[in-house]
């Protein structure tokens, strides 16, 4: 089980394949085991980095409250202690909120920038409705069969759960495999709830791609759109029929476009 000591905790990682880095960074209650769909399609054009937030799965929790500025800090130590100087970063949801502090604080270390399903954070944040930010960030039920399942139709559309009952069951299997600690979501949650970096990101750097499923209900697209807009030349990828998930749902769609976007050709 490798693990590297990165802004003093020990991380979980893993690496698939080779040629330019390309670090993927998972949201809030998951971890590296959500790429599943993308390491077979990327890994045979990148050296693929997955990994674990601090306190998920096999990762050190450390001190707890942290910030995004702390999970971006880990992100970066790692890739340091891998000797990486440079790589894509692409991140999900919260995922998305650690990789802008990433390229906000070490704009050297992004080549190029993949923001998935995520917002700038802040008053100007377009939320969910109240019933489904209560389902997605209460720690009732936590690892449970009946939460899991609970919570499959805020991350994915009603037709991928009517259409693909094997793939549902497979999604729960490996959710109910990978238990959060209470202590662990409750750190993501405050930390995800005092994120801001509205008047920030105009100072991105990196080539930067923006995308969303047209039918997320947890972060609205609205979200993506204003964040496209506020990052200089930012180009901005909408998945139909797609959910928060749209890296599970429309894998094939979603991965073309991540691939296109770094230079990948059919």
């Given at each position: 089980m490798p693990t590297v000591l990165a802004n003093g905790v020990r991380l979980y990682y893993e690496t698939h394949g080779t040629g330019a880095p390309l670090l993927l960074i998972a949201g809030l209650g998951v971890g590296s085991w959500i790429w599943y769909k993308q390491i077979p399609a990327f890994s045979p054009h990148f050296h693929t980095i997955v990994f674990d937030n601090r306190g998920i799965g096999a990762s050190e929790l450390g001190e707890a409250p942290f910030t995004m500025r702390t999970l971006a800090e880990d992100a970066a130590a790692l890739l340091g202690a891998l000797g990486i100087k440079r790589a894509h970063i692409l991140g999900a949801s919260m995922g998305g909120f650690i990789a802008q502090e990433l390229a906000l604080m070490y704009p050297a270390l992004v080549e190029r920038l993949v923001l998935v399903c995520t917002s700038f954070g802040g008053p100007n944040h377009i939320p969910a409705s109240p019933e489904i930010v209560h389902a997605?960030?209460?720690?009732?039920?936590?690892?449970?069969?009946?939460?899991?399942?609970?919570?499959?139709?805020?991350?994915?559309?009603?037709?991928?759960?009517?259409?693909?009952?094997?793939?549902?069951?497979?999604?729960?299997?490996?959710?109910?495999?990978h238990p959060v600690s209470e202590p662990t979501f409750l750190a993501q949650?405050?930390?995800?709830?005092?994120?801001?970096?509205?008047?920030?990101?105009?100072?991105?750097?990196?080539?930067?791609?923006?995308?969303?499923?047209?039918?997320?209900?947890?972060?609205?697209?609205?979200?993506?759109?204003?964040?496209?807009?506020?990052i200089p030349n930012a180009r901005l990828h909408i998945v139909e029929g797609a959910g928060h998930a749209v890296f599970i749902e429309q894998a094939d769609a979603f991965n073309r476009a991540v691939l296109e976007f770094l230079g990948v050709t059919a």
């Amino acid at each position: 089980m490798p693990t590297v000591l990165a802004n003093g905790v020990r991380l979980y990682y893993e690496t698939h394949g080779t040629g330019a880095p390309l670090l993927l960074i998972a949201g809030l209650g998951v971890g590296s085991w959500i790429w599943y769909k993308q390491i077979p399609a990327f890994s045979p054009h990148f050296h693929t980095i997955v990994f674990d937030n601090r306190g998920i799965g096999a990762s050190e929790l450390g001190e707890a409250p942290f910030t995004m500025r702390t999970l971006a800090e880990d992100a970066a130590a790692l890739l340091g202690a891998l000797g990486i100087k440079r790589a894509h970063i692409l991140g999900a949801s919260m995922g998305g909120f650690i990789a802008q502090e990433l390229a906000l604080m070490y704009p050297a270390l992004v080549e190029r920038l993949v923001l998935v399903c995520t917002s700038f954070g802040g008053p100007n944040h377009i939320p969910a409705s109240p019933e489904i930010v209560h389902a997605f960030l209460s720690p009732e039920g936590l690892n449970t069969e009946e939460r899991v399942r609970a919570g499959l139709p805020i991350a994915v559309t009603p037709r991928f759960l009517a259409e693909h009952p094997d793939e549902v069951e497979d999604l729960v299997r490996r959710r109910l495999a990978h238990p959060v600690s209470e202590p662990t979501f409750l750190a993501q949650i405050q930390a995800v709830m005092a994120f801001d970096v509205e008047d920030r990101v105009p100072a991105l750097q990196a080539p930067t791609l923006v995308i969303t499923g047209d039918a997320d209900l947890l972060i609205p697209p609205e979200n993506s759109q204003n964040l496209a807009a506020r990052i200089p030349n930012a180009r901005l990828h909408i998945v139909e029929g797609a959910g928060h998930a749209v890296f599970i749902e429309q894998a094939d769609a979603f991965n073309r476009a991540v691939l296109e976007f770094l230079g990948v050709t059919a």
